[in-house]
């Protein structure tokens, strides 16, 4: 019988023939139109000083989770932030995002297992996907953005969760958040919006598009590793969901608390963004300009998706470009949902535009 390590090895090299292979891609000295780093703060001086003040405060770790000793001021005064940005009453803050959705979705979901019933769009994050599995609730996937199927779905089921992400990561369209609330309202079903690509992006004062939004039917999650160019994740919503996820959340209570420098640099880089108008409206000018180049449609955050053909042609198309000397994302499945490969271009406020434009000119060029 073929070992564990045969039949990984077999499965790598087919992989390897579909042009989906992957491996870590260090970083090196080019354009940055590849990373989540939308408003360009992560070298920015205050959040850097910021978290090296920190640093030198508090040493380089955390020590333990946060509901051991791991907790300083800076995570309390960070949720504080989260929670008027989003105009949710509460945040609690943790290690990703990641770990955030995990959260979310075990605690909005009942404790009788085999019974839960939780509706996702079909393009929502792999990490709300694990969430369910792990509550053990049953997934049922919902055409991306069909709300005559979402309301189809919510009264045959009436599930007890509605899973969507307010800007996309693969198309970067918006969900119809507004329309999304009233559908849960009526069936007395939660709606959790991942918020990750519209935070610092979107919304007044970068607050993103949930903003607004009813605290009794909709929750909230994000990231700090995108536009606040820092690391972790966090849920806002009511304090009673805090309340219960600070007694409860084994992604919070398990797992060694976010470094007080990262901390730190999120929360400068979020007071920063608060006022970043200007930049907001140079990521939607430099979007559409970018749509009309490779003639898509302009998405509603800061990336934007090109279809590239099969796997092994986008690969190509990401490595022509980084021997020209800018950087791209490239998605291929599982990665994209509907099994489409793409060059998923990021802008990024803080290039110059003579260099954002130069770079699309590549991107034509090199294009196989």
Same mark, same amino acid.
């Given at each position: ?120 769009? !079909?393009? %929502?994050?792999?990490? @709300?996907? #694990? +969430? $369910?599995? =792990?509550?053990?609730? /049953? *997934? ?24 969507? !992400?307010? %800007?996309?990561?693969? @198309?970067? #369209? +918006? $969900?119809? =958040?507004?329309?999304? /609330? *009233? ?41 700090? *590793? ?143």
């Amino acid at each position: 019988m073929p070992s564990v390590w045969d039949r990984l090895g077999r499965k790598a090299e087919l992989r390897s023939r579909a042009g989906l292979s992957r491996r870590p891609s260090p970083r090196r000295d080019l354009v940055d139109l590849a990373s989540n780093d939308y408003l360009g703060l992560s070298a920015h001086s205050e959040v850097v000083d910021s978290a090296a003040a920190a640093l030198r405060e508090h040493g380089v770790g955390a020590g333990s989770s946060r509901a051991v000793r791991g907790t300083v001021g800076l995570h309390e005064e960070l949720e504080e932030e989260l929670a008027r940005l989003s105009g949710r009453s509460s945040c609690l803050v943790y290690s990703s995002g990641y770990m955030a959705n995990l959260g979310a979705v075990a605690a909005l979901t009942p404790v009788r297992r085999g019974e839960l019933r939780v509706l996702f769009d !079909e393009h %929502v994050h792999a990490s @709300l996907h #694990d +969430a $369910a599995r =792990l509550a053990g609730a /049953e *997934s049922i996937m919902v055409p991306h953005n069909d709300l005559n199927a979402f309301a189809s779905l919510l009264a045959e089921h009436r599930p007890p969760l509605v899973v969507v !992400e307010s %800007v996309y990561s693969v @198309l970067g #369209d +918006a $969900a119809p =958040l507004r329309e999304l /609330e *009233s559908l849960c309202a009526e069936f007395e079903a939660l709606l959790l919006v991942d918020e990750a690509h519209a935070f610092g992006v979107r919304g007044a004062e970068g607050g993103g598009l949930a903003r607004g939004l009813s605290e009794e039917t909709v929750v909230v999650s994000g990231t700090l *590793s995108k536009a606040f160019a820092s690391a972790g994740g966090f849920l806002v919503g009511p304090s009673v969901l805090r309340r219960h996820l600070v007694d409860t959340s084994r992604p919070f209570l398990y797992d060694t608390a976010p470094p007080p420098s990262v901390a730190a640099g999120a929360l400068a880089a979020l007071r920063i963004s608060r006022s970043a108008d200007d930049a907001r409206e140079r990521i939607r000018a430099r979007i559409e300009a970018a749509a009309k180049r490779f003639g898509v449609a302009p998405s509603d955050g800061a990336i934007l998706s090109v279809p590239a053909g099969e796997a092994a042609a986008a690969v190509e198309w990401q490595a022509r470009a980084a021997g020209r000397g800018i950087a791209v994302g490239c998605f291929r499945p599982p990665s994209t949902p509907d099994h489409v490969s793409r060059l998923r271009l990021t802008v990024n406020a803080s290039l110059p535009e003579a260099v954002f434009q130069e770079a699309l000119d590549v991107l034509e060029e090199v294009r196989p």
